[in-house]
């Protein structure tokens, strides 16, 4: 029996060592360790640290792929990935960080378990994550939330957004930078 695929939305986010590069490495993995179809990749944007931690600034993108692995294994692949790529967890809250993959969307589905919650439940305050689906989805609507990135983007005080500025070049769906 062949499984269906489904449509995830994973935010990508790096602001230790080399942040372009710690985004491309995670891409390759997601793309060879799911044996994921990487469909779409948003441009990488600079911004700054969440909730104005001192911390060095980071590097976000957002990518599509699909898989047939449930929300759940696919957490713990990602954490996984995360911590060969160098993230350091520890209690506290945000912290600098190596990598950081996010499940924004899986499916058109809510899903809520004790370590995870689809779709993302702070994703309407972070323009670091909206800014990279306005871009993925165009006018389109959000799976689950039905609205357009780019309306719920107008529900964010200025003084709480974080995106500085795109960053030159861009990540190649396959992995790697173009």
């Known amino acids: 029996m062949v499984k269906k695929k489904i449509r995830v939305c994973v935010a990508l986010g790096s602001n230790v060592g080399d942040r372009a590069a710690n985004l491309s490495r995670a891409l390759d993995e997601i ?5 994921a179809k990487v469909l779409k990749v948003s441009r990488v944007y600079e911004t700054r640290p969440f909730a104005g ?35 350091r967890r520890a209690s506290g809250g ?17 899903f809520s378990y004790p370590n995870l919650e689809i779709p993302h439940p702070r994703l309407k305050d972070r323009d670091f994550a909206l800014i990279p689906l306005a871009e993925l989805f165009g006018r389109g609507l959000l799976p689950v939330l039905a609205r357009a990135a780019s309306s719920l983007l107008k529900d964010i005080r200025p003084e709480d957004r974080t995106v500085i500025a795109r960053v030159a070049g861009c990540l190649n769906p396959a992995g790697g930078k173009k």
Do not use: C, H
């Not at 945000?94 to 809510?110: E, K, Q, V």
């Open 31 to 35: 793309a060879r360790g799911l044996a």
């Open 53 to 87: 931690m001192k911390q060095r600034n980071y590097y976000n993108a957002v990518a599509m792929f699909e898989t047939d692995i449930g929300p759940l294994e696919l957490l713990d692949i990602f954490k996984s990935i995360e911590k060969k790529l160098g993230r």
């Open 94 to 110: 945000w912290l600098p960080r190596a990598l950081d993959l996010d499940i924004l969307f899986y499916g058109s589905g809510r």
